[in-house]
């Protein structure tokens, strides 16, 4: 990988509170903040633009009740979104966190999570859409 050096100018107030994060987050210095901040844009800006091999994690806290797991198995089965996987965690006694990972369609990514936070007795839905760089191979499951 090349690194190039850029002169950027801001103003000294949005400095002081990005060198703040830098600091919190505990960066070497500022470089390295500002590729994070920069990947994260470009990943923004691509998701927003969508494409047919778009990925994102679903998170969902429900309470634990058969109905609740059946009505999800039932629209992840019937969504166009491709399921990678779940993962299931017992929180504790009656409630429940499942991670979906999903691939496809930026439209059919939403529909699913839409659908499943508004399935009766799921408490919280959070949807973390990312893409990854262009020229990744989506047709296998295991890339390293």
């Known amino acids: 990988m090349t690194l ?11 400095l002081e509170n990005f060198d703040k994060i830098v600091e919190e987050r505990g960066y070497i210095g500022r470089s ?45 089965h019937n969504s166009e979104a491709h399921v990678i996987s779940t993962v299931h965690v017992h ?15 930026k439209d059919s990514i939403f529909k699913l999570a839409n659908t499943i936070a508004g399935i009766s007795g799921i408490e919280f839905a959070k949807l973390f859409t990312f893409s990854l760089p262009e020229g990744e191979d989506f047709k296998h499951g295991h890339i390293h």
Not at 91 to 105: A, D, F, Q, W
């Open 4 to 14: 190039k050096r850029f002169g950027v100018s801001i103003p000294e107030d949005l």
């Open 32 to 76: 390295e903040a500002i590729r994070d901040a920069m990947r994260s844009y470009i990943s923004e800006s691509q998701w927003e633009a969508g494409g047919d091999n778009m990925i994102a994690s679903l998170n969902i806290v429900y309470c634990h009740k058969p109905k609740i797991m059946a009505d999800l198995l039932k629209v992840q």
């Open 91 to 105: 929180m504790s006694k009656s409630h429940c966190l499942e991670v979906i990972t999903l691939r496809g369609s």
